[in-house]
Nanobody, 119 residues
Framework: QVQLVESGGGLVQPGGSLRLSCAASGTLFSIYDMGWYRQAPGKQRDLVAAITSGGTTNYADSVKGRFTISRDNSKNTVYLQMNSLKPEDTAVYYC?????????????WGQGTQVTVSS
């Protein structure tokens, strides 16, 4: 069974920082793209940042210069360093990965972690 397990969410004041982690577990053949999405109440789930297996990154315009995505392939883990957080960053953050396992190449989602930016 393949799972993506997130950690690192919480409550932070505006201007603060948080670091999210997402580890893929199970029998994994290859992990291709990994990324983070977020969904605020009443809104659709949108891409925040993504990173390919080769390290190429892509960011939403709203987080460029504030968020940094990285991955540790030896740990099957992707990170999202979030700095200069704003109230509008408040959302449930979901890890996403396209990977290959005994079940074939598929897209997987984590369970989500809440990030709240408030004073």
């Amino acid at each position: 069974q393949v799972q993506l397990v997130e950690s690192g969410g919480g409550l932070v004041q505006p201007g603060g920082s948080l670091r999210l982690s997402c580890a893929a577990s199970g029998t994994l053949f290859s992990i291709y793209d990994m990324g983070w999405y977020r969904q605020a109440p009443g809104k659709q789930r949108d891409l925040v940042a993504a990173i390919t297996s080769g390290g190429t990154t892509n960011y939403a315009d709203s987080v460029k210069g504030r968020f940094t995505i990285s991955r540790d392939n030896s740990k099957n883990t992707v990170y999202l360093q979030m700095n200069s957080l704003k109230p509008e960053d408040t959302a449930v953050y979901y890890c996403n990965s396209y990977l290959n396992s005994p079940f074939g190449p598929k897209n997987y989602w984590g369970q989500g972690t809440q990030v709240t930016v408030s004073s």
